[in-house]
């Protein structure tokens, strides 16, 4: 298996501007999650999804943010409009289990800049 | 909710020596616990997971130790290499992924 895929793998972009990231889970795995990662908050969830279905997204910033999984082998992360404050490294990762059990597989992430 | 802290934040130890980094959480009921590791510029790797009803997991020159009544995990590296300088992480699942911030550790040749 080629493990999580993201695309792309760098986005430089300007405030205002729409960005979407994309996310292939593992094959089989029905368990899926956003994760944002910078220098000060370190890794924070931001949703998860189970068999295609958003479970939490309690930790999504704001309406800018919005997430879908339209079937189980792919989902977006869209910020409209992107805000300076946005840039950060956005990690998929997924598992077989959403209630814990087995192993979280990462993608290699997408490096987001807001300028 | 729940915390999770890892100490020390970095490490820098010469090669060959045995090394112990530690992971702590605050609410004790938890399915499980992984720890991971990120080499910079990519993604998360996980390295052990270690269920609630166990007290330690192997791989290799890895073991991971869990007590949870005491809201503890360690992270042990035998014969540290180069080849392991990364960030390690311990996340905490009790139906959250909660990730503690990392350790650095730097193994030097």
């Known amino acids: 298996d080629a493990g999580v895929i993201q695309s792309p793998r760098h986005e430089v972009t300007e405030m205002g501007q729409e960005v979407t990231l994309r996310c292939k889970p593992i094959?089989?795995?029905?368990?899926l999650f956003w994760y944002r990662q910078t220098m000060m908050r370190g890794l924070e969830l931001l949703i998860y999804?189970?068999?295609?279905?958003?479970?939490?997204d309690s930790g999504m910033p704001e309406d800018r943010f919005s997430a879908k999984m339209p079937n189980a082998s792919f989902s977006t992360l869209k910020i409209q409009p992107s805000e300076p404050r946005d840039s950060a490294v956005y990690f998929c990762?997924?598992?077989?289990?959403?209630?814990?059990?087995?192993?979280?597989?990462f993608g290699s992430g997408t490096q987001l800049s807001v300028l | 909710k729940q915390e999770v802290t890892q100490i020390p934040a970095a490490l820098s130890v010469p090669e060959g020596e045995n090394l112990v980094l530690n992971c702590s959480f605050t609410d004790s009921a938890i399915y499980n616990l992984q720890w991971f590791r990120q080499d910079p510029g990519k993604g998360l790797t996980s390295l052990l997971l270690?269920?609630?009803?166990?007290r330690e997991q192997t791989s290799g020159r890895l073991n991971a130790s869990l007590d949870k009544s005491s809201g503890r995990s360690t992270l042990y590296i035998a014969a540290s290499q180069p080849g392991d300088s990364a960030t390690y992480l311990c996340?905490?699942?009790?139906?959250?992924?909660?990730f503690g911030g990392g350790t650095r550790l730097m193994v030097k040749p």
């Open positions: 996340a905490v699942n009790d139906n959250m992924l909660t």
């Open positions: 990762a997924s598992s077989f289990s959403g209630t814990g059990g087995e192993k979280l597989f």
């Open positions: 270690i269920q609630s009803s166990q």
């Open positions: 094959s089989g795995h029905n368990s």
């Open positions: 999804f189970n068999n295609n279905v958003p479970i939490d």
